[in-house]
Every structure is written in C-alpha cells, then in structure tokens.
C-alpha cells in the first residue's frame, strides 16, 4: 500500500468533513502524520475544531503546525483565530491581538502574498481606542514604522501600501511627510521593481502540491528547479537590504520549500549549510536534527551531520552519529563500520581504531571491506606493512572466494613490489574460484604478467586464462584461437593504442561476429551483429568486450533472432490488380479527374520505394517542372502514360511557356523548325547538372526565364528534371 498516495488522501480528507470531529480526528492525524507539511490538512483540521468552539485543542493544533508550515492562509486562520478569542477581553484582548499580529509577521511577512495582512494589520492598529493624547502619538508613531516595514516587503499590494502611506504622511504633517516621502520613494521603487521580477519565480511554483518522497516525475523535477531558482534569486539579495534582512527573507524561502520538498534530501543539506556557511552553525546544527528526524532512513544526512559536528569540535555528538548509524543501518554496516573506524582514528587515534576493528570483524554482518580498509589505513598511516599484510592474510581466509578481494590484496602486494606473493596469490585465487567469477582475476593476472614477467610468461597466461574462461563459452575451439585483437589488448597503455580506432572497432566487431557465427550461422544473426555494439578505447581492454558485450539475463531484450536490416528490395508488399496504364484501378480514377498539367507533374516525380522522399529533391522537381497552361479541372482525361518522359501538354517554348499556335491555323514550317531546336536547347539545358558558381546560374536562370527567388530550391537540390535524381552537386 502506498501512504503516499495523493488521491487517497484527498479522498479521506474529503470523508473527514462530513464527520464529527470526534470521529475525524483520528483521520486527520493519520493524515498529518504521513503529510506533515500539508497546509490544507493543517487547516481544515483547525478548522474543525474551531467550528466545535474547541479553543484549547486549536490552539495546541497551531502551535504544531505555524512554525513549520509558513504559508499565509493557515496563518491568516490563525491571526482571525485570535481576534475572535480575543474580541470579549477589551484593551487587554487587544494587546494580545496586536502580539500575534508582530508575531504573525515577524514570520510571514515576507510573504508575496502578505500585503493583505500588513493592510489589515494597519487596520487594527488605527481602530485601537486612544485615551490620552500620548497614546495617540504612540499610535501614530506605531503606523508609521508598520508602514514603513510594508513599503519594503515586495508584495503584491506595495503599491497600494505605498498609496495608503502616502496619505497618511500626508494627513499627519505635509511638511513632515515631503521629507520621509522622499526618503522612502527609491525603496519603495526598488521593492516593487523586485516584486515583479520575484513574481516571474514564483508563478513556476504549485501551492497545491503535497510533499511526497521523490519519484523522478517532470512535474516534481520542475517544481525542484523553480524552489531552486527562487532561492538563487533570493541569495542574490536583489532589493541590496541589509544583510540581517536578507537572510531572514532567505530562511523564509528554504522554510516554505521544505513544505514542498519535505523529502528531498539535498535541499535540508543546502539550507543547513547556507546557516554554517554566514557563520551560523547552531541554526545548522538545528536543520540537521530535523532532517534526520524528517528522513530517518538518509544516511547521507547522518555523515553530513556528523562532519558537521566534527568539525566545530564537537566530538561527542559526532560520535554519537556515527554509533546510531551502526546500530540502525543492518544492511549498510559495513559501511558504517569503516567510516567509524576512520572517525576514531581521526579524533582518538589509531589504537582506537584498531580496537573497534577486532570487535567488527567478529561481527556476521562484517564483509571484506571492512579488511581492506583497516589494511590500507594501516599501511598508509602507519607505515607498517606487516601489519597491514597480516590484516589482508587474516581476510584471505574468510574471503578468498571474492574476487574483489583478492584484486586488492594483489594492488597491495603489487605496491611492495612483492611479485613472487603476487603469483602465489593469483594461483590459489584461480585455483578456488570458479571460471565465471575469475574473469576480472584472469584479467589482472594478465596486466601483471605484462608488467612483471617476460614474454613466455605473459603468453602463458594468456592461454591459461583462454582455456579457463573457454568452459563458460558454447563454443570453445573459437575461444582458444589467436586473434589479431588478443595483439592489441597486450600492447596498449594507458591511452596508447598500437592501431587507429577505426582499426580497433573493426578488430572488436570481427572478434564478436566470430564467437557467435558458430552459435546461429543464419542471416538474421549475422545481420544483428553488424549492428552490434561496437568498442572505442576508452572501454577496451583485456577480455573487456566479452565483459562489455554481456547481456545481462535480468534485462528483457527483444528477440534479435527475428531482426533484419529494412532493405525496400527485399519487402514484398501486398498483390495489388494494375490497369493498362500501370496503376491501380482506384489510382486510375483518380487520375482521370484531374487536369493534364498536374498529371504531368505527378509523372515527372520519380519513382522511390520504401521511406517518403527527401523533400528537397522533391521541391527541385517542382520547381525546375514547368507546368503547362492548365484546363477545367474535373473533366476526364486519357490515360495516364507509362513513360514518365512523355510531354502531356504540348511543346513548350524555351522560356518554359506553353507554345499556342495562330488562330487561323498550323504553325508554318519554318517556325515549327525553329520552336523544335528551342525545345531541343532547353531540354539539354535542364538536363545538365546545375554549376556551383552563382554567377553562371544566374545565367542559366535568365536564359531560362525562372524568377530567382523562384530557382532558389531548384539551385539547392540540383536534381534532373524529369527522373529525380540528385546530381553530384548536391550530394557533395
């Protein structure tokens, strides 16, 4: 079951209201208790309660729920809260009221949407009775300095805060008001510039969203990065305040996010070191604790806290962090203990450490890292390499079945240049472990004969590593063979490679295709594997590929055995019926019905199986086709002809227009000689490849009569008029 689940809280949310609060109640807890942050709950359980005139739980109910949740609606409920209690109490309710109202800004003020509270606080204060003239101008005073905290704050009502001051000043005394008017203006301009620039974040940001543990969604990444936005924005102190200012305003910012991104781990660790880093590590100190009480179950936060702690000197809580951390994280002690050990060694030296060492190991949940680091610190630290053998030798016996155990105990010996250990190491390691676990093993022992044996040895295990992984292989005989890439993984270093990396892909995909040619010598695996992954050399190395090319059988991977390369030559569409003109019969009608010029465009359009064709060859035929003066569309035409060279609409002449004989009759001899060598010209004209040089095109286009802006395209496709295919110019 999922508590976090949105719909259902809302769901028992809406079931609460129509019960007692008696029966409620309960339901509202549960609620709270999974959504600590949700002001709406917050409110309506309030709510509840005030409606049954229960004024003692309410109250206990607010001081849950304001400090931790500062948003203006629950705190105005609040401040209507207490003017209603306090409404039967005369001077003194209102002096209680006027308390809450400071106390109600003090926190919420800098809300964007405070402005009504700031006015209706003015509000208050002007209806308060005065006696004496001394209370009047206590009074006044009072107004003043709320006003003038108001027009400060960029809110969504500073310009009418500003209006009402304006008036106020000017009620009081006009020539008490030019001067503090005038003082106050570039404040008051400066907050309301901020105001709108601070509304841009703020928009980006959903009031209503409740906080839940982080699921990698759109909606929750966005809604991270405006919290974040607004908060750089605030830390860039825009209205230029005083610093104590500022950082108040900042501190209200991280409080409201944290309504919203209660869960997020990053975002206390931010805030507490934004207070540790303006010197304030007692406000950090705070936010830690009630991170890890908000998630018990981050044990990031626990070593930030701690690092915290211990770096103020504070080496008692510190520790205590850390023993909470072995006693709570079952599944995590191992790292737990390490990070221990490295803390008492840190502050109470390395007897302390080892100590704590000898009682971990005895623990079951203790793993061979815990050897390895005690090891390198002690190798390390205290320069004692006995100490730290006897440590890896003590580990060997419990883990010699761990690969990566084994890896470090050989970087270890490798380190005191102790090669005749390291070879005894590598052999009772390969002796022990089985063929599929001893790959990375095989491959070390293969880098270190590199390094430290002769040739005969290096080849030697080279075989022997052959032979030994062959037995996890189908197809042994393939695997024991020499290649040309077994050359190449010998005799690269580092970055260095004996051969380009095209060379290397080629020798890493040959490799590949040998070892599963003889597991399915059918086309569709050869197909496949051509297609297949292929290495660059950062990836490459010893044996990598056959790690790199391993598909893991945790992952649901389509069937390639059934995958073939698209080629249009090998797809046999459906058997559809042609007519006599070589389409099909409702093509046909189609064609019937539309004029000849636009068949004789389709017609020129060439022939292309398979995917849709590149639109700028299409738009070259288009535009270097000269359609012919059209005639009444809808009207039947004949046949579509099969020839895609054939002329549809009559001879052209050679500035592509349609030649129209005299009205008395045929076009003499002479002139029909002459239109024939013109068209013979322009065809042999179209049907050269377009030049490269703007000059000579230009040319053409004139001799041609095509409108430059129209031959634009034409120029870039470069295409032949009537088969479509694109020229060499423009492919290059």
């Known amino acids: 079951m999922d508590i976090y689940n949105v719909e259902a809280a809302q769901i028992l949310a809406n079931e609460a209201l129509l019960l007692p609060i008696g029966e409620a109640a309960p339901i509202y807890e549960k609620l709270l208790a999974t959504f600590p942050t949700a002001v709406k709950y917050w409110k309506q359980y309030v709510e509840a309660y005030i409606a049954a005139n229960d004024e003692e739980t309410a109250k206990q109910i607010f001081s849950r729920c304001l400090l931790t949740c500062p948003h203006i609606n629950l705190w105005r409920c609040y401040i209507n809260f207490i003017k209603r209690v306090n409404s039967k109490r005369g001077s003194e309710g209102l002096e209680e009221t006027k308390k809450a109202f400071d106390f109600m800004l003090n926190y919420v003020g800098n809300d964007v949407a405070s402005g009504p509270v700031w006015m209706e606080y003015i509000a208050f204060l002007k209806s308060m009775p005065v006696v004496t003239p001394q209370d009047e101008s206590r009074r006044m005073t009072t107004i003043r300095k709320v006003y003038q905290k108001a027009i400060l ?58 906080a839940i543990p982080s699921t990698g969604s759109y909606k929750e990444e966005q809604q991270c990065m405006a919290w974040k936005r607004l908060l750089t924005f605030e830390k860039g102190n825009p209205q230029r305040i005083d610093a104590a200012a500022a950082n108040r305003r900042i501190t209200f910012t991280y409080e409201q996010c944290l309504m919203y991104l209660y869960h997020h781990p990053d975002v206390w660790y931010d805030y507490a070191t934004w207070h540790a880093k303006n010197g304030s590590t007692d406000s950090a100190i705070k936010i830690f604790q009630r991170a890890v009480k908000a998630l018990p179950g981050s044990e990031v936060l626990k070593y930030a806290f701690a690092e915290l702690e211990e770096s103020i000197g504070a080496i008692q809580p510190a520790k205590t962090i850390y023993e909470s951390l072995v006693a709570e994280n079952a599944s995590m002690t191992s790292l737990a203990h390490i990070q221990f050990i490295r803390f008492l060694r840190r502050t109470e030296g390395i007897e302390a450490a080892r100590k704590y060492f000898l009682e971990a190991r005895k623990l079951p949940s203790c793993t061979y890292h815990v050897y390895v680091a005690y090891a390198t610190m002690s190798f390390c630290l205290d320069k004692d390499a006995k100490v730290a053998q006897n440590v890896f030798e003590a580990g060997l016996k419990k883990f010699m079945q761990e690969p990566g155990y084994v890896l470090e105990y ?20 390969l002796s022990l472990l089985p063929p599929e676990e001893s790959i990375e093993v095989w491959k070390r022992f293969a880098q270190f004969e590199q390094i430290y044996g002769d040739l005969s040895s290096m080849l030697k295990v080279e075989q022997r590593r052959k032979e030994a992984l062959s037995r996890t292989s189908e197809d042994a005989l393939s695997s024991l063979e020499n290649t040309l890439y077994d050359v190449v993984s010998r005799y690269n270093y580092m970055d260095l490679w004996p051969c380009s990396s095209k060379e290397l892909d080629y020798l890493s995909r040959q490799e590949w295709l040998a070892k599963n040619m003889s597991k399915k010598n059918d086309k569709s695996v050869m197909l496949t594997s051509v297609v297949g992954p292929t290495l660059d050399k950062g990836n490459v190395g010893v044996a990598a590929n056959a790690k790199l090319l391993h598909q893991s059988a945790r992952v649901v991977r389509p069937e390639t055995s059934r995958m073939v390369i698209y080629d249009p030559r090998q797809i046999k569409g459906p058997v559809i019926a042609a007519t006599s003109s070589g389409y099909t019969k409702e093509v046909d009608d189609i064609f019937k019905m539309l004029s000849p010029p636009i068949m004789s465009f389709i017609t020129n359009l060439p022939a292309i199986e398979g995917p849709s064709p590149d639109i700028d060859i299409v738009l070259g035929v288009l535009l ?34 349609v030649h129209r004989p005299p009205r008395d009759g045929q076009p003499t001899k002479r002139k029909a000689i002459e239109r024939q060598e013109e068209e013979d010209a322009a065809a042999a004209a179209q049907n050269r490849a377009m030049p490269r040089d703007i000059f000579r095109l230009r040319q053409i286009q004139r001799s041609r009569g095509v409108a430059p802006a129209q031959s634009g395209s034409a120029a870039m496709s470069s295409g032949s008029m009537f088969s479509g295919e694109q020229s060499a110019n423009s492919s290059s």
């Open 410 to 429: 050989a970087d270890f010996l490798c380190r005191l240049n102790d090669d005749r250990n390291v070879r005894a190491l590598f052999e009772r390691a």
């Open 153 to 210: 704050v960029p809110t969504s009502h500073v310009e009418q805060l500003w209006k009402d001051y304006d008036n106020f000043e000017n009620s009081v005394s006009r020539t008490l008001a030019k001067g503090l008017l005038s003082e106050y203006q570039p404040k008051f301009n400066s907050a309301r510039a901020v105001y709108r620039e601070r509304k841009k974040y703020i928009d980006d940001i959903d009031w209503s969203m409740l």
């Open 624 to 657: 270097q086709s000269t359609l012919p003066a059209g005639h009444d569309v809808g009207k039947p035409s004949g046949p579509v002809p099969g020839a895609a060279t054939t002329d549809l609409s009559g001879p052209r002449n050679q500035n592509g227009s």
